[in-house]
């Protein structure tokens, strides 16, 4: 892999939880627990690869339609986890945040969301983003109606949830689809679907995918 042409933003739809824990004989539940894993695994991958972004699809804006136990389980299951494993998160050397909506949330959910980002908020360099209850149809209309002045580029981008452009965009479980994510700041990125469930995209596929990303030819609209 050319370590020089890495894309500094890569985003990823975590797709296949469900599907991988079913083929293994288990439950839903188990499959989001084994790609929550996953995340820290693949986010150390891309920060060790230079990578200075990684932003990924935890939770839509339209997944509180699933069934309500799935639904409980993905808004209690991470704060049984923070609160067990507490001592990792301290030693944890970049960067998290979270993007989305927070009115949905419960007290206990978004004093751990909090708490992570404000343990972490001193670090330079790799920035884990994880977008929970992120729709990005919702993300635009908010930002515009948080402008009061004559709309350009550079005002709407500020009031984002996510500012920075995309470079590559991962899907994974073969879905051929965008699912309302980051629609504005992926407007030049690469895409690059697999066929590997989230659980068991690991560092080998995430370097298929910078290498793919590589061969392209980014020409934003010009010639080369």
Known sequence: MNNKNVPNHVAIILDGNGRWAKKRGQSRSFGHYMGGRNLFSVAKHAKEMGIQKLSVYAFSTENWKRPQEEVDYLMT???????????????????????????????????????????????????????????S???????????????TRETFESELMVKEPVDLLIR?????????????????????????????FNKKQLEKAVKSYQKRQRRFGGLI
């Open 137 to 151: 149809y919702d993300e635009i209309i908010t930002a515009v109606n948080k402008l009061d002045k004559p709309i």
């Open 77 to 135: 299951k991470p704060i049984e986890l923070y609160y067990k494993n507490k001592d990792k998160f301290n030693n944890i050397d970049y960067k998290i945040t979270f993007s989305g909506r927070r009115d949905r949330f419960s007290k206990e959910l978004l004093e751990v969301m909090t708490e992570m980002e404000n343990l972490t908020k001193d670090y330079q360099g790799f920035v884990l983003n994880v977008c929970v209850d992120y729709g």
């Open 172 to 200: 994974t479980s073969g879905e051929m689809r965008i699912s309302n994510f980051l629609l504005w700041q992926i407007a030049y990125a690469e895409f690059y679907f697999t066929k590997v469930h989230w659980p068991a």
